[in-house]
Every structure is written in C-alpha cells, then in structure tokens.
C-alpha cells in the first residue's frame, strides 16, 4: 500500500499537482512511516518489506525489484 501511495504521490507531482501530491506524502508517512520524495525515480518491482521508518531523498533512483526493509535511509551527500 504504501509503494501504490508513492506511485500516486509521483502521478500527481509530474501533473503539476504538488499540494495533493504533497498531502498523499504526509498520508504516507502517518499511515506507514514512510517517506519517499516525490521526484524520485523508482523502476517496477519495488518491495517495501516492514515499510517503517523508511526515508528515501528526493534525487535517488531506484533500479528493478529492488526490496528496502525497516529503518533504511537512502539520501545524497552534497
């Protein structure tokens, strides 16, 4: 569920919707403590297993079938 709410969240984000697209954001987050930038880039397959406490910034791309579990954090450095 919480990977279909990112997949809205981008929809909208690239529609130039940004307030639903940021208020589905927060709903990920309060619902499964998930948080994944809206520009992200995320290929199918992604598994979220135990989706709590994930943080992904807003400039990563993630590749095919990629699985993240709990309390995983994937940033940039600048």
């Known amino acids: 569920m919480a990977v279909f709410l990112f997949r809205?969240?981008?929809?909208?984000?690239?529609?130039?919707?940004?307030?639903?697209?940021?208020l589905i954001g927060i709903l990920n987050i309060m619902l499964f403590a998930v948080e994944i930038g809206s520009e992200c880039q995320v290929d199918e397959g992604l598994i979220l297993g135990h989706a709590n406490g994930i943080i992904i910034h807003d400039q990563v791309i993630i590749g095919k079938n990629c699985t993240l579990m709990h309390q995983c954090g994937i940033g940039i450095k600048y």
Do not use: A, D, P, T
Request: glycine share 0%; net charge positive; hydrophobic share 35%.
């Open 8 to 22: 809205l969240q981008h929809y909208f984000y690239h529609n130039n919707l940004y307030v639903i697209s940021k």
